[in-house]
């Protein structure tokens, strides 16, 4: 029997991570064997957006065939607007697009009603279209552009919460995604509680070596620390 998808993240785990750089996170992720977790060409539409935290809800589309991708498949129940219906509360939308750039995946009325059901973000390899209106939504999107024909002009939508591949990194329901400027992060659901761990102290100890580079120090043996650094680093840290 499959497990359930787990859709909610803690309020916990929405506060350590909103602090952690997707930068760090990727560092901790390599060093657990991890790659291939930064989703290739989403870019932040708008500049300035914060950085977010949410479980994947994905979402697929397959390239366009004439006799599936119509104006008539929106009413379909396999549709975009059947699984926005479906999406919780805090998820972040994870659409595999196939990193194609010439058809709009979502526009402003989905992206909408997206906010109203308290979806935290948009991420695609794909692209948006009615961008001032995705704009004016105030829903938070990473993306590779807009593009202003509809998505049955490019893709047929199949399928939702299901595996995806979102550029080019294998995205499950239920993993957890975090973005900022520089792009979209997957941490798989299995190490949610060691990168909860280990992303504080990460981000103490780059810290404390950036405040050594300002004070003058010179890179080797402090990033990384030596020894004699990490010493230094306990002392100056210990007790707060």
Do not use: H
């Amino acid at each position: 029997m499959n497990k359930p998808i787990k859709t909610e993240l803690d309020a916990r785990a929405i506060g350590i991570l909103s602090q952690v750089t997707t930068a760090t996170l990727t560092t901790l992720l390599l060093k657990k064997g991890l790659r291939n977790v930064w989703l290739r060409g989403t870019r932040p539409l708008r500049s300035g957006q914060p950085r977010l935290v949410g479980r994947a809800f994905t979402l697929r589309f397959v390239p366009a065939r004439e006799d599936l991708a119509t104006p008539e498949s929106w009413s379909s129940p396999i549709s975009t607007r059947a699984a926005i219906e479906d999406m919780p509360a805090g998820c972040i939308a994870v659409v595999d697009a196939m990193g194609v750039t010439d058809a709009g995946v979502f526009g402003d009325i989905l992206c909408t009603r997206m906010v109203k059901r308290g979806v935290a973000a948009l991420v695609t390899d794909g692209v948006v279209r009615d961008v001032s209106g995705v704009l004016g939504s105030g829903l938070p999107v990473w993306c590779s552009g807009a593009a202003a024909p509809p998505s049955v002009a490019g893709l047929t939508f199949v399928d939702w919460q299901r595996p995806v591949a979102c550029g080019g990194v294998a995205v499950f329901p239920g993993d957890v995604v975090v973005v900022d400027d520089d792009g979209a992060v997957l941490i798989p659901a299995a190490l949610l509680d060691d990168i909860l761990t280990l992303a504080p102290e990460q981000e103490r100890l780059e810290s404390w070596i950036m405040l050594q580079v300002e004070n003058g120090a010179a890179l080797p043996g402090l990033y990384p620390p030596n020894a004699e650094n990490k010493a230094r680093y306990l002392a100056d840290t210990a007790g707060k």
